[in-house]
């Protein structure tokens, strides 16, 4: 089309339209009466004009929103990762997102896991996972999950290995419906499949139920070999700086339940780990609990180090003669030391067959459990043993637990803080009434919602250093509706990185919040700070990327990382980059003034940057009403710039939305210690009470 | 800690004001950013059953960027006409790199994700618009740029009056003109590829 051409058939196409339809054909015949192809061309223009509809009326953006979040926020359904397109999300783990996707060169399903880059930015580090996950992949074992592929592709590392539709030993164990039979049959796959990765050399180091599933057809598989060894940070300065607390900051918090004594403290682990790790499971599977707990960790830990298993059986009974062995099997996996445990996964296959062959021959049947076999003799249930029977620990265990700034922090928050602060605890002293303690979150009516957000309010503000503020009904309902946003997606089914559950949002964060406790504590900065800040930026996601540049669990630029010592390859080590953050916060706090209100500016500059927030804070304070509380963020907003009233006013909501689940976990039907119980947290009173 | 600073975006607008190539390039992510943002929150609204207005969410997006201080008439009319064009580049770019991952990867059609369908069929669609729009400004500029501005800069029709400085008559006629063309230009190319 000529610009000339173009002219002439556009001026007669807005005549035409601007005339009524019925007269349009006279019209065009009338203007092009010597031209029959431009009359038909502007007759077909005139046409699409009236088909056009809605087409463009809406801007790209909306239609693409969709492609737009898929792409870069993790939603990765549809996405084509090298040769593999993802169908559905099966789950998250400590090690990344694993998907369920189609491998197109040959027709199968496979699990696809997606290393996030905080693994993935350490070759050597992954070059050895790799030999070992190929290696123990090479086994070719039926127990041992088969690895596909570890590779790269469109930016992404990821292991793509063997789908297993069934469920993990954990799902089967809270089902709670797991026979005896079913519970050695298990056990025998597990230990095939260990003996023969052991005959190899190759050591598990995270043996749980989590890593374990079995199929539909009964066949049982082992996940994750060699993975554990990725997530093990090097140990920085002393060698006694426990590599079991690093691997608790990488992946296995929450189940420490299952390290082996040696794992605890920190030190060299060979198959007997794995062996020891197995007797948990089997106890587990068992008596449904586990055989070392504390209310904490670091009372776990303890547990571990230094105290018997709860008994397998009822205290004061002794163990019916067909479970003798059995116990005395599980007995002898749980030795704290390891040279009194079995020494090899084959000595202990042989004697589970053996307990296997004495429970048929005592007549056991197969769909008996193990609570029905000993309630047929007579026994009530279970005990948790007496604990006057079991001896204090040593002052010695925490040292040999490692940092000593752990050392201090846990034994604060052992003392301190859970007596000042569990909310039972708060409760009953009455220094901080908790509203319809009894009732679930999700059961309350809408006043009881409020009530208890007060409350809940209040508690935090004290924590921040900050005199709790009577709090408007606005201002409440402003945290309601966050709070309400989080509930309602809890569970729900996730399709964007928004609409994560808070269960998974939980179970991402949990790897960070000892490690961030600990920073942020040291800097005398709010440990709920550290915490809260990245569940609101990034729901924990361990390290992502932003598009510009932004990286890692804080969202860090690479030209402020390394005016705080961070270099652009350590954006994603947590252990790096959150003493920064909190340095960060810090520096800039000391230069705003250290009061709650500073804090709530200097946590904004993470969208607006600090001379900007720098220059609201003076214009805020020369205003007449200035009030020195949290909340005169969200009351002042409308004084404040626009962008500034954009971001603030969501922000302080969802600050405390988060901060007010994360003290309550359980008011929210989540299965998880309140993060008041962290190493640390107590710190967050040592903000420096205000002058006014 | 900084996502992004004011000062930058509209420094950067000058520098490729001044025909510097590269502040595009910087400027590209920053806007991408916004962009996701504005995504997120069209997406969230949708899902809870409210009608967001684009223009409102697309205003509140561009005031972010510029600042308030700079979000005077003048930089923002100038800002309004550079921001539409990063827009295309950057939706553009990633529909191209999805079409052609899609022809020239070999990938099979799985018919098991419906999504992943629907978005290849959207990168051939906005693959073909930008190639559309580019033939058309090759005769008729000022309608290429009404169409870059309402459809990538999500600007109104009084808006895209302003930024290039024409009565809002004259745009709605360039916009029906356009859109006709455009239209049929794709009807077209879509039937002779099939």
Same mark, same amino acid.
């Given at each position: 089309m000529t610009p000339d051409r173009w002219q002439k058939v556009e001026a007669i196409f807005q005549d035409a339209l601007d005339s009524p339809p019925q007269e349009r054909a006279s019209f065009l015949d009338q203007a092009f009466s010597d031209d029959d192809d431009l009359r038909s061309e502007t007759a077909r223009l005139i046409a699409a004009h009236d088909e056009a509809g809605n087409f463009i009326e809406q801007p790209a953006l909306v239609e693409d929103a969709r492609i737009i979040l898929a792409h870069k926020l993790g939603n990765n359904i549809g996405r084509e990762i090298g040769l593999y397109r993802i169908v559905d999300r099966l789950g998250a783990g400590g090690m990344g997102e694993v998907y369920l996707a189609e491998d197109s060169r040959l027709d199968r399903l496979v699990a696809l896991k997606l290393l996030p880059a905080y693994f993935a930015s350490d070759d050597e580090r992954l070059a050895r996972f790799q030999r070992e996950a190929r290696a123990a992949s090479a086994l070719n074992h039926p127990n041992i999950l088969t690895i596909h592929e570890v590779g790269e592709a469109d930016g992404v590392r990821f292991i793509a290995t063997e789908f297993i539709d069934g469920q993990t030993i954990q799902e089967l164990i809270a089902r709670q419906e797991l026979t005896l039979a079913e519970i050695l049959d298990i056990a025998m796959q597990i230990i095939s499949g260990l003996a023969t990765a052991h005959a190899a050399g190759i050591v598990h180091r995270d043996i749980k139920p989590d890593n374990i599933m079995r199929r539909g057809d009964g066949l049982v598989k082992i996940l994750d070999f060699g993975i554990a060894k990725l997530l093990e940070v090097p140990a920085h300065g002393a060698p006694s700086a426990g590599t079991a607390m690093f691997t608790e900051t990488g992946a296995v918090v929450g189940t420490v339940g299952y390290m082996s004594p040696e794992q605890a403290r920190g030190l060299a682990i060979d198959e007997r780990t794995d062996i020891w790790s197995f007797g948990v499971v089997l106890y587990q599977m068992l008596t449904h609990r586990l055989p070392f707990t504390g209310a904490t960790r670091m009372d776990t830990l303890v547990e571990i180090l230094e105290r018997e298993p709860l008994p397998l059986l009822p205290v004061g009974t002794d163990a019916a003669p067909e479970l003798r062995s059995l116990v005395q099997l599980i007995e002898k996996t749980l030795r704290k030391n390891r040279d009194d445990r079995f020494q090899t996964a084959l000595e202990l296959q042989n004697d589970l067959k053996q307990v296997r062959q004495e429970f048929a021959s005592a007549g056991i049947r197969n769909e008996e459990t193990f609570a029905e076999l000993l309630s047929k003799r007579d026994v009530a249930g279970f005990t948790a043993a007496s604990a006057k029977t079991r001896k204090a620990p040593s002052p010695f265990v925490f040292?040999?637990?490692?940092?000593?700034?752990?050392?201090?922090?846990?034994? #604060?928050?052992?003392?301190?803080?859970?007596?000042?602060?569990?909310?039972?605890?708060?409760?009953?002293?009455?220094?901080?009434?908790? @509203?319809?303690?009894?009732?679930?979150?999700?059961?309350?009516?809408?006043?009881?919602?409020? #009530?208890?957000?007060?409350?809940?309010?209040? /508690?935090?503000? @004290?924590?921040?250093?900050?005199?709790?503020?009577?709090?408007?009904?606005?201002?409440?309902? #402003?945290?309601? /509706?966050?709070?309400?946003?989080?509930? #309602?997606?809890?569970?729900?089914?996730?399709?964007?990185?928004?609409?994560?559950?808070?269960?998974?949002?939980?179970?991402?964060?949990?790897?960070?919040?000892?490690?961030?406790?600990?920073?942020?504590?040291?800097?005398?900065?709010p440990v709920i700070i550290g915490i809260y800040l990245p569940m609101i930026e990034s729901a924990y996601r361990p390290c992502f990327e932003s598009s510009i540049g932004a990286k890692g669990l804080f969202q860090f630029l690479p030209q402020t990382a390394r005016q705080y010592d961070v270099a652009s390859g350590e954006l994603c080590d947590v252990e790096k980059v959150a003493p920064a953050a909190a340095h960060y916060i810090a520096d800039h706090m000391a230069e705003l003034g250290d009061d709650a209100e500073s804090m709530t500016l200097v946590l904004l500059s993470y969208n607006t940057g600090a001379t900007w927030v720098r220059g609201s804070l003076r214009q805020l304070r020369d205003s007449e009403d200035y009030e020195r509380t949290f909340w005169m963020l969200f009351r002042n907003r409308d004084r404040l710039d626009e962008s500034f009233r954009n971001e603030g006013a969501g922000y302080v909501p969802m600050f405390f939305a988060a901060a007010i689940i994360g003290e309550n976990p359980r008011n929210f039907g989540l299965e998880m210690e309140p993060l008041s119980t962290l190493t640390g947290m107590n710190d967050v009173t040592t903000l420096p009470p205000r002058t006014n | 800690m900084i996502s992004f600073s004011q000062q930058n975006v509209t420094e950067l607008l000058t520098e490729w004001q001044q025909g510097d190539p590269a502040a595009l390039d910087k400027l590209t992510p920053l806007i991408y950013d916004e962009l996701r943002r504005m995504a997120h929150r069209y997406v969230r609204h949708e899902r809870t059953g409210n009608t967001l207005q684009t223009t409102e969410l697309v205003n509140e997006a561009y005031a972010r960027l510029l600042g308030k201080k700079n979000y005077d008439w003048q930089s923002r009319s100038h800002f309004f006409g550079v921001i539409a064009q990063v827009m295309r580049h950057i939706l553009i770019d990633h529909a191209r790199r999805r079409h052609f991952a899609k022809h020239g990867g070999g990938v099979r059609e799985v018919s098991l994700e419906h999504a992943a369908l629907m978005t290849q069929r959207r990168a051939a669609e906005l693959v073909a618009l930008d190639e559309a729009l580019a033939e058309l400004s090759q005769f008729d500029s000022r309608k290429s740029r009404v169409v870059e501005l309402r459809y990538f800069g999500g600007l109104s029709l009084e808006e895209a009056a302003q930024v290039l400085e024409v009565s809002l008559m004259t745009v709605r006629r360039d916009w029906r003109a356009a859109k006709a063309w455009l239209y049929r230009k794709l009807k077209e190319s879509k039937h002779s590829d099939e």
């Amino acid at each position: 089309m000529t610009p000339d051409r173009w002219q002439k058939v556009e001026a007669i196409f807005q005549d035409a339209l601007d005339s009524p339809p019925q007269e349009r054909a006279s019209f065009l015949d009338q203007a092009f009466s010597d031209d029959d192809d431009l009359r038909s061309e502007t007759a077909r223009l005139i046409a699409a004009h009236d088909e056009a509809g809605n087409f463009i009326e809406q801007p790209a953006l909306v239609e693409d929103a969709r492609i737009i979040l898929a792409h870069k926020l993790g939603n990765n359904i549809g996405r084509e990762i090298g040769l593999y397109r993802i169908v559905d999300r099966l789950g998250a783990g400590g090690m990344g997102e694993v998907y369920l996707a189609e491998d197109s060169r040959l027709d199968r399903l496979v699990a696809l896991k997606l290393l996030p880059a905080y693994f993935a930015s350490d070759d050597e580090r992954l070059a050895r996972f790799q030999r070992e996950a190929r290696a123990a992949s090479a086994l070719n074992h039926p127990n041992i999950l088969t690895i596909h592929e570890v590779g790269e592709a469109d930016g992404v590392r990821f292991i793509a290995t063997e789908f297993i539709d069934g469920q993990t030993i954990q799902e089967l164990i809270a089902r709670q419906e797991l026979t005896l039979a079913e519970i050695l049959d298990i056990a025998m796959q597990i230990i095939s499949g260990l003996a023969t990765a052991h005959a190899a050399g190759i050591v598990h180091r995270d043996i749980k139920p989590d890593n374990i599933m079995r199929r539909g057809d009964g066949l049982v598989k082992i996940l994750d070999f060699g993975i554990a060894k990725l997530l093990e940070v090097p140990a920085h300065g002393a060698p006694s700086a426990g590599t079991a607390m690093f691997t608790e900051t990488g992946a296995v918090v929450g189940t420490v339940g299952y390290m082996s004594p040696e794992q605890a403290r920190g030190l060299a682990i060979d198959e007997r780990t794995d062996i020891w790790s197995f007797g948990v499971v089997l106890y587990q599977m068992l008596t449904h609990r586990l055989p070392f707990t504390g209310a904490t960790r670091m009372d776990t830990l303890v547990e571990i180090l230094e105290r018997e298993p709860l008994p397998l059986l009822p205290v004061g009974t002794d163990a019916a003669p067909e479970l003798r062995s059995l116990v005395q099997l599980i007995e002898k996996t749980l030795r704290k030391n390891r040279d009194d445990r079995f020494q090899t996964a084959l000595e202990l296959q042989n004697d589970l067959k053996q307990v296997r062959q004495e429970f048929a021959s005592a007549g056991i049947r197969n769909e008996e459990t193990f609570a029905e076999l000993l309630s047929k003799r007579d026994v009530a249930g279970f005990t948790a043993a007496s604990a006057k029977t079991r001896k204090a620990p040593s002052p010695f265990v925490f040292i040999a637990l490692g940092v000593a700034v752990l050392l201090a922090v846990a034994i #604060a928050a052992a003392i301190t803080y859970q007596n000042l602060l569990t909310p039972r605890q708060a409760e009953r002293s009455g220094a901080a009434p908790v @509203t319809s303690s009894e009732k679930v979150y999700v059961e309350m009516t809408d006043t009881e919602r409020l #009530a208890f957000i007060a409350a809940q309010e209040q /508690r935090i503000s @004290t924590m921040m250093g900050d005199r709790p503020a009577k709090l408007d009904e606005e201002a409440l309902r #402003a945290i309601k /509706r966050q709070i309400d946003h989080y509930v #309602a997606r809890s569970g729900s089914g996730s399709d964007t990185a928004d609409n994560e559950s808070l269960d998974l949002i939980y179970a991402r964060a949990r790897p960070y919040l000892p490690t961030i406790a600990r920073s942020f504590a040291a800097r005398k900065v709010p440990v709920i700070i550290g915490i809260y800040l990245p569940m609101i930026e990034s729901a924990y996601r361990p390290c992502f990327e932003s598009s510009i540049g932004a990286k890692g669990l804080f969202q860090f630029l690479p030209q402020t990382a390394r005016q705080y010592d961070v270099a652009s390859g350590e954006l994603c080590d947590v252990e790096k980059v959150a003493p920064a953050a909190a340095h960060y916060i810090a520096d800039h706090m000391a230069e705003l003034g250290d009061d709650a209100e500073s804090m709530t500016l200097v946590l904004l500059s993470y969208n607006t940057g600090a001379t900007w927030v720098r220059g609201s804070l003076r214009q805020l304070r020369d205003s007449e009403d200035y009030e020195r509380t949290f909340w005169m963020l969200f009351r002042n907003r409308d004084r404040l710039d626009e962008s500034f009233r954009n971001e603030g006013a969501g922000y302080v909501p969802m600050f405390f939305a988060a901060a007010i689940i994360g003290e309550n976990p359980r008011n929210f039907g989540l299965e998880m210690e309140p993060l008041s119980t962290l190493t640390g947290m107590n710190d967050v009173t040592t903000l420096p009470p205000r002058t006014n | 800690m900084i996502s992004f600073s004011q000062q930058n975006v509209t420094e950067l607008l000058t520098e490729w004001q001044q025909g510097d190539p590269a502040a595009l390039d910087k400027l590209t992510p920053l806007i991408y950013d916004e962009l996701r943002r504005m995504a997120h929150r069209y997406v969230r609204h949708e899902r809870t059953g409210n009608t967001l207005q684009t223009t409102e969410l697309v205003n509140e997006a561009y005031a972010r960027l510029l600042g308030k201080k700079n979000y005077d008439w003048q930089s923002r009319s100038h800002f309004f006409g550079v921001i539409a064009q990063v827009m295309r580049h950057i939706l553009i770019d990633h529909a191209r790199r999805r079409h052609f991952a899609k022809h020239g990867g070999g990938v099979r059609e799985v018919s098991l994700e419906h999504a992943a369908l629907m978005t290849q069929r959207r990168a051939a669609e906005l693959v073909a618009l930008d190639e559309a729009l580019a033939e058309l400004s090759q005769f008729d500029s000022r309608k290429s740029r009404v169409v870059e501005l309402r459809y990538f800069g999500g600007l109104s029709l009084e808006e895209a009056a302003q930024v290039l400085e024409v009565s809002l008559m004259t745009v709605r006629r360039d916009w029906r003109a356009a859109k006709a063309w455009l239209y049929r230009k794709l009807k077209e190319s879509k039937h002779s590829d099939e």
